[in-house]
């Protein structure tokens, strides 16, 4: 490392004040994420039910006519969370104007 003169203090502590500032943010975005447990993406029947606000029984029913996913380790079901917002998400209904768009692209792609 070579030694500093007078006339680099600004460059240096420019450097430094941009450096300290990046280190703030980032401690902040760490700060304000919330802490989870590693497998808090995996769930029981229960806590699935609670989440997609179904009843055990029903979730039972949609397991055994395989219409949710789910993992299965004996006799035991466990739920990914992620899996289940993508099921959710997969079952939604489109409105009049989306079908529309779709509509109106697809004539134009004939043309």
């Not at 240096?12 to 590693?38: A, Y």
């Amino acid at each position: 490392m070579k030694p500093f003169t007078f006339e680099d203090l600004p460059n240096i502590l420019g450097t430094l004040s941009l450096r300290v500032e990046n280190i703030e943010r980032l401690l902040k975005e760490i700060k304000n994420k919330p802490s989870e447990p590693e497998n808090a993406d995996l769930m029981t029947i229960i806590e699935a039910s609670k989440l997609i606000k179904l009843s055990v029984p029903t979730l039972y029913s949609k397991v055994c006519r395989n219409e949710i996913p789910v993992h299965k380790q004996g006799k035991r079901l466990y739920f990914l969370r992620s899996e289940l917002l993508d099921w959710i998400k997969s079952g939604r209904i489109k409105t009049i104007a989306e079908i529309q768009q779709e509509a109106d692209q697809r004539f134009k792609r004939r043309d």
